[in-house]
């Protein structure tokens, strides 16, 4: 990540504290970060072959990515000011817009990867509803922001574990 972590200007408590909003924009981003890497090499276990479609949107994927060390930098600063916390949500709406589309480039042409049509309707069910929830969190953001960005955080843990129910059976 780019954002760099600062050290307090005081050997205390008081002043750890008072670098939370960095802390916790650090490790949310992080976790973000981690997270999107494992669902991405997830879904390239479905992969049967390199197509361009498939390179462009894992190329807008990694651009949207690259967007939100600049976004965490911001909500950092300002402290989870509204306006950067809505940019910070809107950074991880066009990052799910564009793991939806890769995800669909993946796992929406082959009917010999073994996912069934039920774990492609859940699937995209999920990405659905979690975009759709980020965008909620986006206007929320400009007159609660913190509670916009607990909302991101949580929501961004339901992609943590990859495995959509049946997938697991799925052969590693």
Avoid at 55 to 62: D, E, G, K, S, Y
Avoid at 87 to 109: D, E, K
Avoid at 121 to 135: C, E, G, K, P
Wanted: aromatic residues 14%; glycine residues 2%.
């Amino acid at each position: 990540m780019v954002l760099q972590l600062r050290t307090p200007d005081h050997p205390t408590f008081q002043a750890l504290f008072d670098e939370w909003p960095t802390i916790v924009s650090y490790a949310v981003s992080y976790m973000l970060i981690a997270i999107m890497w494992l669902n991405h090499h997830f879904l390239l276990r479905f992969a049967t072959d390199t197509t361009p479609r498939l390179v462009l949107w894992t190329f807008v994927h990694m651009f949207a990515a690259s967007l939100v060390p600049f976004a965490t930098a911001w909500i950092a600063v300002t402290r989870l000011a509204p306006v950067p916390t809505f940019v910070y949500a809107a950074v991880i709406v066009f990052v799910n817009l564009a793991y939806h589309a890769f995800a669909h480039a993946v796992i929406g042409r082959n009917p010999e990867d073994g996912v069934t049509p039920a774990m492609r309707r859940r699937a995209l069910a999920r990405s659905v509803a979690t975009i759709a929830v980020f965008a909620v969190a986006m206007i929320l953001a400009l007159w609660l922001p913190i509670a916009a960005f607990a909302l991101v955080t949580c929501v961004v843990l339901t992609y943590a574990h990859p495995n959509m129910p049946g997938w697991a059976k799925l052969p590693v």
